[in-house]
């Protein structure tokens, strides 16, 4: 547990600001809120925040996630039942087994703890009638999310980073507030408030990849030449969102143009006009297609897409024929400049 001394009298301001700007602008007080706390610094300077910010009579619900991977689990969960206790608020843990998940093979453990903790937070939401959950992640975990995705291969959506909001079930968001805070600002703001935390141990541990990233490339970077590396992965990620949402609108005009669907559900397209435009924007068109429909996209890799976008682009002798995709979807080019794509089933 620390604590940390000498902040700066501004750091409540900033902080709760930060966290104010990044909560959603309307509904998010109308029902019950659940916030996930483990009990680090970041997600007790979430409802820390919170607490200061929500007007009564605002409801909010502590989940707290024992995972099976630290003896020190336990510990987390009393300091996070104490903590909701002193608020008064109502509070709901789930110990979840992380090593002995085997619906998911060939996940790693990262994975396995984020899936079962997120299904935890659907089901909590569910029986407190919440519509917003709120998460804790921060412009450093942001940073890192984008340098991940970097290095293991990713497209400009990929980039973009994590979403300030997404859907986690129906009627349910996943809310990100204080994703525009950084991780020295919520220490600073702690110290302000005088408040302990509990230090996870195995964030220290460099052979998962986002403790890699955050110790031994980051962390150098900003104690060397690059001091702003995290401010601009940041900007790169806002960026690459702004791109990416621009693309899926020149995708989504595409079709609307020049797709149409009959009634059996049958999708037809008339390629001529389309023959020209780049390789990359059809083949987020097709992406947007599968999205639209409703088809299987687990097994849709960007080599798909992309072989689709070459069939617009390819001379109608070379582009005929019929071709299935992953999930059951048939697609057949015919001459004169038209695909044919039939759903599954």
């Not at 007080?29 to 009990?39: D, I, L, M, Q, R």
């Not at 300077?45 to 409801?59: D, F, I, K, N, S």
């Not at 408040?195 to 955050?214: G, P, T």
């Amino acid at each position: 547990m620390e604590s940390s001394s000498a902040p700066s009298s501004s750091a409540r301001d900033r902080l709760l600001a930060g966290l104010a700007a990044g909560l959603p602008a309307r509904g998010i007080w109308a029902a019950p809120t659940v916030v996930a706390v483990s009990g680090g610094a970041d997600s007790t300077a979430l409802l820390l925040g919170l607490v200061a910010l929500a007007p009564p009579p605002a409801r909010l619900v502590v989940a707290h996630a024992e995972h099976d991977l630290r003896a020190t689990a336990a510990a987390d969960r009393e300091f996070v039942t104490a903590l909701a206790a002193r608020f008064g608020l109502p509070f709901v843990w789930r110990r979840l087994a992380v090593r002995a998940a085997d619906d998911d093979a060939g996940a790693g453990i990262e994975a396995r703890a984020r899936r079962l903790r997120y299904r935890f937070l659907e089901e909590v939401a569910g029986e407190h009638g919440a519509r917003h959950v709120l998460v804790a992640h921060t412009a450093d975990d942001q940073a890192e999310t984008i340098l991940h995705r970097i290095l293991r291969g990713t497209g400009p959506a990929g980039l973009a980073g994590m979403a300030v909001a997404r859907e986690l079930c129906a009627g349910v968001a996943l809310v990100r507030p204080l994703l525009a805070v950084g991780r020295s600002d919520v220490r600073e703001y702690l110290g302000a408030e005088a408040e302990a935390w509990r230090e996870d141990e195995s964030n220290a541990d460099v052979r998962f990849a986002r403790n890699f990233l955050r110790h031994e490339i980051l962390a150098r970077c900003a104690a060397g030449p690059y001091p702003a590396a995290t401010a601009a992965l940041g900007r790169l990620g806002r960026q690459a969102g702004q791109l990416a949402a621009a693309l899926r609108s020149a995708a989504d005009h595409l079709l609307d143009a020049h797709a149409r669907r009959r009634a059996d559900g049958t999708i037809e397209m008339r390629t001529t006009a389309l023959a020209g435009l780049a390789p990359y924007l059809l083949a987020e068109m097709f992406a947007a297609l599968w999205e639209r429909e409703g088809w299987p996209r687990r097994h849709m890799t960007a080599a798909h897409y992309e072989r689709l976008a070459a069939l617009v682009q390819a001379a109608d002798a070379a582009a005929a024929g019929i071709t299935d995709y992953p999930g059951g979807v048939r697609v057949t080019a015919s001459t004169g400049g038209r695909l044919e794509m039939q759903p599954p089933g």
